[in-house]
């Protein structure tokens, strides 16, 4: 079936660290995937995107990989801050729906 | 540009008691997707509107329903809520599939 998952619930790193969140994916067919930050009490903010035909794509300190080879997605920030702390899901685009993963929890401490 | 306006944000209904929430896309987007998000069960896609026509639906029971008006906004409604209807519910906009979805702010649902 589908799933889209997370090998860690919660990542803790220091301001100015570079933060890595992973991601795997059952789907090979899928084709669009999307990170997303969300925090407390508010509903998921868009951070970056990649298509299949990439396997890289920079945004603004944050840097999305995709390995289709292995079905596995990363989410990079660079610099890592404490505005940084949030839930970071990815999401896997199935038929006019999107599929979601457990979510990690980015701590940043000072 | 107005984001995803979700009305009301907090609900708190009673066990028997039946509810409709409310969703405004951004300006243009005429694909509007509901999503129930709880602790143990993460973020769930319930159903997807486009052009007032629903073209997916999630693995929910009946109770659960939802339209799309002729100016995109769109109506979730559920009938004889159980406990375990509580949760966000968050609705998200596209100008149409396979593009970036932006998510409204969610109403928060309390079934007592």
């Known amino acids: 079936g589908e799933s889209v998952g997370l090998h860690l619930p919660t990542l803790s790193v220091q301001e100015g660290d570079n933060s890595i969140i992973n991601c795997a994916y059952s789907?090979?067919?899928?084709?669009?995937f999307i990170w997303y930050k969300q925090e407390s009490g508010k509903g998921p903010q868009f951070i970056i995107d990649?298509?299949?035909?990439?396997d890289k794509r920079q945004g603004q300190r944050v840097t999305v990989l995709l390995n289709k080879t292995v079905k596995h997605l990363s989410l990079q920030i660079a610099a890592t801050q404490p505005g940084d702390s949030a839930v970071y899901f990815c999401?896997?685009?199935?038929?006019?729906?999107?599929?979601f993963g457990t979510g990690t929890r980015l701590l940043v401490s000072p | 540009k107005a984001g995803v306006t979700q009305t009301p944000r907090y609900l708190i209904k009673t066990r028997g008691q039946q509810v409709t929430l409310s969703c405004s896309p951004i300006?243009?987007?005429?694909?509007v997707s509901w999503y129930q998000q709880t602790p143990g069960q993460g973020l769930q896609f319930l159903f997807e509107?486009?052009?007032?026509?629903?073209?997916n639906k999630g693995n929910f029971p009946g109770r659960f329903s939802g339209r799309q008006f002729s100016n995109s906004r769109s109506e979730m409604n559920v009938s004889t809520l159980e406990l375990g209807d509580s949760a966000l519910y968050l609705c998200?906009?596209?100008?149409?599939?396979?593009?970036?979805?932006?998510f409204g702010q969610g109403t928060r649902l309390t079934v007592v």
């Open positions: 998200a906009s596209r100008i149409s599939g396979d593009t970036e979805a932006f």
């Open positions: 789907n090979s067919a899928s084709d669009y």
């Open positions: 990649i298509r299949s035909n990439m």
């Open positions: 999401a896997e685009e199935g038929f006019q729906k999107l599929v």
């Open positions: 300006s243009g987007h005429r694909s």
């Open positions: 509107y486009f052009s007032e026509t629903q073209r």
